[in-house]
């Protein structure tokens, strides 16, 4: 969605068409991180090729490491997107809703003894369950919000509150370990190749996004119910079944995290898996200019906003930051970049720019 | 028609609903009288106590203690106990409110938060109900409760740190991996390992929190690896962060466990990991005991006997394991 060009004025100056494009902010924001660990420390950027403890080819590298541990958030991030666009308001219970479906997994891999030996189901079963719960709880979710008329925060504070109690219910509170390596494949390595699993699920579920905004009218359609309820009523659309449909998605793009969770460990810990992502995805939207009132969205600049997240916190760990000052360092980031996104302080910086712009014109002329 | 059918159905229910009221107290008094008859035989010898908990789905410790109370606090044992769980003060509060009505003899209280407990408290104490505090201690003057069961964190580290000196390594390098800062098991866990770096020299590669969550430790360690740095010990305060580093060593073929290139200490003896002990995957794993019954139990026949308890707070016998010298039996007895 590139709908942010589209505002450009053509008086404006570079800089300010650079301050105003929505892509600014998390692209900046990259950058500035990147440059910053490239002056501290370019071996920063360092990969190199290994192999495993089991014999596979791997490469490593804090990047590959970002795009790794990245890769949940930056899936959340398409959902929540969505959902925000739609509803103009945010799920906080995704975090719960991935220790559900991270419990369905293993449960149906499982069967009724904890500790299997052998996966009582074929992996894509345990998928397609999973996927189908979390978009139940998708489902639920989104008619409270479409239909009940509650507001989406308060909606999904129940699954937010209950969520992971279920999850351990669900698995009688026992805690399955899975020994069978098959299925460590998709938070770890498929044999022979030295990428990530995360990484290419992350890589298709934005293609498949990128495909259904370009093919179908659902960005244009999520956007217009954001923007105006009434009118895009009026116009023959249904807001609430799109808005229904939002937190549809958003609950398989959950279904796909929790198994990469699930997955990097073969196990679950009810009360700390996913803990606070709900606030990153979050966050990743709010650092990708999209506003959290609902409207006009930037998929790509979300993403990249989940990717940003991901680099601070790779970032704090390799220097070290000590752990009671981690969560204020991550504040002063926060903010920062969420001033810099605001529109007063972008017009403001546009404006400046120009005002250079105007002066180097000037002296050139005189 | 729509109306109609609206119609029906409403008085379908009425009529159901009546003869649900007809019919229910019919049914329900003779078991309730028999019920009644029956209590009041045995309550004369048991002990009515009310447990207060935290949520038991919480962490594997709590399920583990969860268990312990609900096998020990039982009929069979000469108790009438009654369970209610809160992860919130205010609900606790409440529960405790509601067991000091029904005219329990003990309180059994693990309080979510510190404060808060005095004036609740205070009513046990005037209706003559004696409060046993278990796992977690209260901001309250000791004179409300009679007794208080805890682990001694500060002593899980200084075993687990003890432990690692025996080791007898020529030069240390830890990463230490904190749990959720300020939380009372961090606070004990890491001043042992502070201390210890201090006084012996060793040299900490990295010291960061990671939540309790196994994804943070192993992005820690990860961020390690990727810097190139070297390092022998790896001491989580978790079981959970000790398999997310181990993750990362394994991502990094990095040997570990008995005999192999890095150290590998946990806390908490999940059953898993006192399994990854055995294998000698890991080298220690420090006990957090969850198993609290046997000590209330123990107190409550002291009282109830008449005797007085010699301390008010009592410090549970807590272990580590060496992956050496660990046995199926401590695996089953021990692993939560």
């Known amino acids: ?366 | 028609m729509k109306k109609k059918i609206l119609a029906a159905l409403m008085v379908a229910t009425m009529v159901m609903g009546l003869a649900a009221c007809g019919s229910q107290p019919a049914a329900n008094t003779p078991s309730n009288e028999s019920n009644a008859g029956g209590n009041q035989n045995s309550t004369e010898e048991l002990i009515k106590v009310g447990i207060i908990n935290n949520n038991p789905n919480e962490s594997g410790y709590r399920t583990a203690n969860d268990k312990d109370l609900k096998a020990m606090f039982t009929e069979e044992n000469g108790y009438l106990a009654s369970f209610s769980y809160g992860e919130k003060n205010e609900e606790q509060v409440s529960a405790a409110q509601k067991l000091i009505q029904d005219g329990v003899d003990y309180l059994l209280l693990s309080a979510a938060d510190t404060a808060g407990w005095d004036s609740v408290l205070k009513d046990a104490q005037d209706a003559g109900i004696r409060v046993i505090l278990f796992d977690r201690t209260i901001n309250a003057d000791p004179s409300l409760y009679e007794a208080s069961i805890v682990s001694d964190m500060n002593k899980e580290g200084q075993t687990a740190v003890d432990w690692l000196k025996k080791q007898g390594l020529s030069e240390y390098k830890i990463i230490h991996i904190q749990g959720k800062m300020g939380t009372a098991a961090q606070q004990g866990r890491s001043a042992a390992m502070d201390e210890a770096v201090k006084n012996e020299g060793w040299t900490l590669v990295n010291q960061q929190t990671g939540d309790w969550n196994a994804d943070n430790a192993q992005q820690i360690v990860q961020s390690v690896i990727d810097s190139g740095e070297s390092f022998n010990v790896i001491y989580a305060e978790n079981d959970d962060m000790a398999r997310g580093a181990v993750a990362a060593l394994d991502k990094a073929n990095i040997s570990h466990g008995v005999g192999k290139d890095v150290i590998i200490m946990g806390f908490d003896c999940n059953k898993w990991a006192l399994e990854e002990l055995y294998k000698q995957n890991w080298n220690y794993d420090g006990q957090c005991n969850p198993f609290q019954a046997e000590y209330i139990d123990d107190i409550i026949k002291t009282l109830e006997s008449g005797g007085t308890l010699p301390e008010k707070t009592i410090i549970m016998d807590e272990q580590g394991f060496d992956a050496t010298e660990i046995t199926k039996e401590d695996i089953e007895k021990y692993g939560i």
């Open chain 1, 1 to 366: 969605m590139t709908q942010s060009k589209e505002i450009k004025k053509p008086s404006s100056g570079l800089a300010a068409r650079i301050f105003r494009q929505q892509m600014f902010i998390p692209l900046a924001a990259l950058f500035l991180l990147a440059l910053f660990n490239f002056i501290m420390d370019p071996s920063f950027y360092r990969i190199s090729f290994d192999y495993n403890s089991v014999g596979n080819p791997v490469l490593s590298g804090n990047i590959i490491s970002i795009l790794d541990a990245g890769s949940e958030l930056a899936i959340l991030a398409i959902g929540m997107t969505l959902v925000t666009a739609a509803t103009g308001g945010q799920d906080i219970s995704v975090g719960a809703a991935i220790a559900i479906s991270g419990s369905v997994v293993l449960r149906v891999l499982c069967g009724t003894n904890s500790r299997p030996d052998t996966l009582q189901a074929p992996i894509f079963v345990a998928i397609l369950v999973s996927c189908v719960v979390a978009m139940l709880f998708g489902a639920f979710n989104g008619m409270l919000v479409a239909y009940f008329r509650i507001q989406p925060m308060v909606a999904t504070l129940i699954l937010f509150t209950a969520g992971r109690s279920i999850a351990a219910w669900i698995n009688n509170n026992e805690l399955p370990i899975i020994s069978d390596p098959s299925f460590g494949v998709f938070g770890g390595f498929i044999p022979g190749i030295p990428i990530p699993t995360p990484i290419f699920i992350a890589a298709g579920c934005m293609i498949v996004i990128a495909l259904v905004l370009r093919f179908t009218n659902l960005g244009l359609y999520v956007q217009s119910v954001g923007i105006n309820e009434s009118s895009s009523r009026l116009n023959g659309l249904n807001p609430a079944f799109i808005k229904f449909l939002t937190f549809v998605v958003l609950g398989l793009c959950v279904a796909v995290a929790g198994l990469i969770k699930v997955s990097r460990f073969s196990s679950i810990n009810y009360s700390v898996v996913a803990k606070d992502i709900e606030m990153d995805a979050i966050l990743a939207v709010a650092l990708g200019g999209n506003a959290l009132s609902g409207g006009k969205f930037n998929m790509k600049a979300s993403i990249i906003g989940a990717y940003v997240i991901q680099f601070l916190a790779t970032t704090l760990y390799k220097f070290k930051v000590q752990s009671t000052a981690l969560p204020a360092y991550k504040a002063v980031v926060v903010i920062l970049l969420v001033v810099l996104s605001a529109p007063k302080v972008r017009e403001y910086l546009a404006r400046i720019g120009k005002q250079i712009r105007q002066k180097t014109h000037v002296k050139e002329a005189g």
